[in-house]
């Protein structure tokens, strides 16, 4: 093998995500339900014989070296030894600083192609193991399944998750986290929940309430108040869906939303009639927003299988 093409690194959402405590290191212990979609990064790896690491692709803002996909490649080179290397090439799908993952995403798809292509043969808990390093998102995917994550998100079960599709709405808005999790009024303490809790109430019927038969969300996000009020255009935002019956969430840190449906084809039509109403809010908007996506999620991770447990 001498090539790996089209490797997909898809996205994320959370369903929801509790701060429920903050360590003595500072570090702030999370629950939150990680669920794959299908809007994905796309790379490519050719294999080289003389150790050398090099994105191809120029990624603006990005340093080569401190690159996730490249430091996930050097980190896979150390822990196994390996003389090989890879010419790697990324097509960027995912809004970068969106709280989708993308970065994050890139690199895990990195380490388990890499991981195939050099056949190393590391095991998937190897994998996470290497991950975590890169970031705290990084072991998640990885995992490869839809999941329960708590702790400071390093402590995965296996999450049922029903097969919704997704608008993702994608602000011009860049929000660092830190921001939001230094924020003297984020709640730090929302009581424990079960991943039993989530999956009985994820599982439960469509509501009739709306006319657009939006599965019900599970708890809240418990940044999105700290980033709605540190940029009130979100909230705008949120005030627009909400008056056309769209009920939608931050993923992550923001700035990206996201509103839940029972089928893809429900998101399409959805979104079709938010497109035409788009350019009358962006008018008036201090956020505006660039795009909105639909996908579909995923049971798990496309490249799952590429890796033993």
């Not at 340093?63 to 090439?89: N, S």
């Amino acid at each position: 093998m001498k090539h790996l093409y089209d490797v997909p690194a898809p996205a994320k959402l959370n369903l929801f995500l509790h701060v429920t405590g903050r360590r003595e290191d500072g570090y702030h212990l999370l629950q939150t339900v990680f669920v794959f979609i299908d809007l994905a990064d796309r790379l490519q790896f050719e294999l080289r014989n003389d150790g050398v690491i090099c994105r191809q692709t120029s990624l603006p803002g990005i340093d080569h070296d401190r690159d996730l996909i490249v430091r996930a490649a050097r980190a896979l080179q150390k822990a196994t030894g390996t003389a090989k290397g890879a010419t790697i090439q990324v097509q960027k799908n995912i809004p970068a600083g969106g709280g989708l993952g993308g970065g994050s995403s890139d690199a895990a798809s990195t380490l388990m192609a890499l991981n195939r292509l050099w056949q190393t043969g590391l095991s998937r808990w190897e994998l996470q193991q290497l991950a975590l390093p890169l970031g705290a998102d990084v072991p998640v995917f990885v995992f490869g399944q839809n999941t329960f994550a708590e702790g400071i998100g390093e402590a995965f079960t296996a999450c049922r998750v029903p097969g919704h599709a997704y608008l993702v709405f994608q602000p011009r808005l860049g929000i660092p986290t830190p921001a939001i999790f230094t924020d003297p009024d984020l709640c730090r303490n929302t009581p424990l929940v079960t991943v039993q809790d989530v999956q009985q109430s994820l599982s439960l019927p469509i509501s009739e309430a709306s006319s657009l038969s939006q599965p019900a969300f599970f708890g809240h996000n418990d940044l999105e108040a700290v980033a709605c009020r540190q940029h009130p255009g979100l909230q705008q935002l949120v005030d627009w869906l909400d008056v056309r019956q769209v009920k939608a969430r931050m993923t992550g840190s923001g700035a990206c939303f996201f509103a839940p449906f029972n089928s893809y084809e429900d998101a399409l039509q959805v979104g079709h009639e938010l497109e035409v109403a788009l350019p009358a809010f962006n008018q008036g908007a201090s956020v505006p927003v660039e795009r909105i996506i639909a996908a579909r999620g995923l049971v798990r991770h496309p490249l799952h299988d590429w890796v033993k447990n």
